[in-house]
């Protein structure tokens, strides 16, 4: 039985100027989750929003917070971002030496754990760790910036993370990350994803739950 489709607007593509306002209208919209970037300018060229703005947008919503750690060793943070009201962490499988003990870390927190990998990062790297995880998220582009486009071979490589998954009797969200709309949603979804984030593709529309019902529907039918 398949995981449900779930998309998760991210919020680095919406007006910074009002956040609220934008988090307000992808809820109505439709969105499950809200996919929050953090960015430290060292493990990623860009610097983005930290723990104290996604404190403040929490007061606002009841969304899914997925936040999506860019951060060289965030286990130095994992409290401040729980504490902010963060529901599922995932940190960068290149950014942490200890990734097990991070892990460890997040669910001591009662939150969920997911793993990022970047596109040269192969999914053998996480086979040790699965049984922990709640969420794989496959980087279809190069972290760091929202508007880049897919990059092709993440399909595929969803595909073996699946795989993977399928062996190792795990039952878990496969999330993929960079470049997703509605024109191509059926790539990833046909490999096995069932949780998209979309920056530029539902922020960067003039209506949001158009774009949504969009992405979700092609990401239906090509499962
Ligand atoms: C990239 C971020 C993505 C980004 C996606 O480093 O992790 O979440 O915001 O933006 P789009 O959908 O525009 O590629
Ligand atoms: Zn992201």
Do not use: W
């Amino acid at each position: 039985m398949a995981r449900d489709i779930k998309i998760a607007p991210s919020l680095l593509a919406a007006d910074m100027g009002d956040l609220r306002q934008a988090v307000a209208r992808v809820e109505q919209a439709g969105a499950d989750y809200l996919h929050l970037d953090v960015m430290d300018g060292a493990f990623v060229p860009n610097i983005s929003f930290g723990a104290d703005v996604i404190r403040a947008l929490r007061k606002g919503s009841r969304l899914f917070f997925d936040v999506h750690l860019m951060v060289e060793e965030p286990g130095r943070y994992l409290d401040d971002f729980a504490a902010a009201g963060a529901d599922l962490l995932t940190v960068h499988y290149e950014a942490c030496r200890h990734l097990h003990r991070v892990i460890q870390q997040i669910k001591g927190l009662g939150l969920k754990a997911g793993v990022a990998l970047n596109p040269a990062t192969p999914v053998s790297v996480l086979e040790d760790i699965l049984p922990d995880l709640d969420l794989v998220l496959i980087m279809s582009v190069n972290p760091g910036f929202g508007g880049q486009s897919y990059i092709t071979e993440s399909t595929a490589k969803i595909a073996r993370l699946a795989a993977m998954l399928d062996t190792a009797e795990r039952d878990i969200d496969i999330e993929v990350d960079g470049g997703v709309s509605a024109k191509n949603a059926a790539l990833p979804a046909s490999a096995g994803a069932n949780v998209l984030v979309a920056g530029t593709g539902v922020f960067g529309q003039t209506d949001f739950a158009q774009a949504i019902n969009n992405i979700r529907t092609k990401a239906a039918a090509a499962r």
